[in-house]
């Protein structure tokens, strides 16, 4: 059987990502933080690892983007998986001022938090702030998280749907020590940093341009040192065998101080 490492606790989005993205039986393996689920597949105790990158309302999830410069794995495939979020408590709406979740949720979820002038604790999970309120077990405090985790740790739904925009999707890659083949309807992504010097950036976004390659997505990040120096984090169309994308890359790779293809994968639709 397949082993996925998700981070969190069971009933977490990313354990439901995993699970729609594998047609066959998996098992699914909970750890607490998003380094120890890339180190458990690059350990070979598990085939692969889904781990969250960016989400519709909230933006890019920046711990992972530093663990994907670092880690040995390839991202072998996305998820986009709609984020349905809930009210979880003993208590009824009237009752709650204080709200656990993870910060990502708690940011999309602001709206609805502000209105009821709630406090708000940041927790490590989703589905780990359920196990937290029923073990505080107080009418005022509640919490964040998915049906599917309500359902697991026996918690009533006090409201659904409410994050700001019901709209809400999380971007997952599946990462593994293998890589995926050419499907025609692949996406690749990149890391990459420049030197600290006037129109470095435009030399490697103008190769996008004379390849006709259609870039995606362009995210930049703090090196740890020096200051204010960037890596750059791009998806693109298209698979990195492609002829025409290798010889892209090695031009590209010429005009950086530092390039690693993360990988290539099919490309998801939205659900």
Not at 7 to 17: D, K, M, N
Not at 39 to 65: A, K
Not at 99 to 125: E, W
């Amino acid at each position: 059987m397949i082993k996925i490492s998700f981070q969190g606790e069971r009933g977490a989005y990313s354990e439901a990502a995993a699970r729609s993205f594998f047609s066959e039986e998996i098992e699914t393996i909970p750890l607490s933080t998003f380094k120890e689920v890339l180190e458990s597949t690059v350990s070979n105790i598990t085939d692969y690892s889904v781990l969250p990158v960016e989400n519709s309302l909230e933006g890019s999830v920046g711990e992972s983007y530093d663990l994907l410069y670092s880690t040995s794995l390839n991202a072998t495939g996305e998820i986009y998986y709609r984020i349905e979020h809930c009210l979880i408590g003993n208590g009824k709406l009237e009752d709650v001022d204080t709200i656990y979740s993870h910060p990502q949720a708690l940011g999309q979820c602001r709206n609805f938090i502000q209105k009821y002038k709630m406090k708000t604790v940041p927790t490590y999970d989703t589905a780990g702030s359920v196990k937290i309120i029923k073990e505080i077990n107080k009418k005022n405090v509640s919490c964040i998280a998915s049906k599917t985790a309500s359902e697991i740790y026996k918690m009533p739904i006090i409201s659904e749907k409410i994050a700001n925009n019901l709209n809400n999707y999380t971007r997952f890659l599946v990462l593994s020590k293998k890589s995926s083949e050419e499907t025609g309807s692949d996406k690749t992504s990149i890391i990459f940093s420049i030197k600290h010097e006037p129109g470095a950036l435009f030399r490697i976004i103008e190769n996008f341009h004379r390849y006709n390659i259609n870039l995606t997505k362009i995210e930049s990040r703090p090196t740890k040192s020096p200051n204010w120096e960037y890596n750059f984090f791009v998806d693109f169309e298209g698979h990195s065998k492609n002829p025409q994308i290798s010889k892209m890359l090695d031009e590209i790779k010429n005009e950086t101080i530092f390039m690693k293809t993360l990988g290539s994968y099919q490309s998801a639709k939205l659900n």
